[in-house]
Nanobody, 116 residues
Framework: QVQLVESGGGLVQPGGSLRLSCVASGITFSTTAMAWYRQTPGKPRELVALSTQGARTIYGDSASGRFTLARDWDKNMVALQMSGLNPEDTAVYYC??????????WGRGTQVTVSS
């Protein structure tokens, strides 16, 4: 059974930083693409960052050079370091895994709120 467990969300002031983590189990991590998406009410989920099976990192427009994706192959973990946060970054952030067969799995999400 595939499980993606996210952590690290919370409330942060504008200009602050947060680090989100996603630990995966039940998958072959080395052949799985891992990504972070985010969603606000009434809008579709949008890509924040993706680590491909080949360890290439792709950032969505929302990352804007402020976010960094890091992958720990030993811990089956992918982390999203976010800095320079602003209220428009407020969203539920979801971890996603895409297997080498194209199956997709989602975590339950973690809330990030940027507010003073």
């Amino acid at each position: 059974q595939v499980q993606l467990v996210e952590s690290g969300g919370g409330l942060v002031q504008p200009g602050g930083s947060l680090r989100l983590s996603c630990v995966a189990s039940g998958i072959t991590f080395s052949t799985t693409a891992m990504a972070w998406y985010r969603q606000t009410p009434g809008k579709p989920r949008e890509l924040v960052a993706l680590s491909t099976q080949g360890a290439r990192t792709i950032y969505g427009d929302s990352a804007s050079g402020r976010f960094t994706l890091a992958r720990d192959w030993d811990k089956n973990m992918v982390a999203l370091q976010m800095s320079g946060l602003n209220p428009e970054d407020t969203a539920v952030y979801y971890c996603k895994a895409i297997s080498d067969r194209g199956r997709e799995y989602w975590g339950r999400g973690t809330q990030v709120t940027v507010s003073s």
